[in-house]
C-alpha cells in the first residue's frame, strides 16, 4: 500500500486587524483584543486555558465586583 503525504492547508494570519474589523465595539479595548487574539491562537499549545482566561485582566471588572 502506497504511503500518502497529506498536507494541511496553511493559514495566513494578519495579526489583529480580522479581528478589530470583527468586533468594531471593542477595537479601542486594549484587553479585550489581547484575550481574543490569546483564544484564537492557531497552534493549541500557545492558547489561553480557560482558567487563564477567566484570571484575564478583560475581566477585572467582575473580580472586584466578587469581592
Not at 44 to 50: F, G, L, Q, T, Y
Request: charged letters at 30%; aromatic letters at 14%.
Amino acid at each position: 500500500m502506497p504511503e500518502h503525504s497529506i498536507e494541511f492547508p496553511k493559514f495566513k494570519v494578519n495579526g489583529n486587524e480580522n479581528l478589530k474589523a470583527l468586533c468594531k465595539y471593542f477595537t479601542d479595548d486594549e484587553d479585550y483584543i489581547d484575550l481574543m487574539t490569546q483564544m484564537l491562537q492557531l497552534e493549541p499549545s500557545k492558547r489561553i486555558s480557560v482558567k487563564g482566561a477567566l484570571k484575564h485582566r478583560f475581566f477585572s471588572y467582575y473580580h472586584e465586583k466578587s469581592r
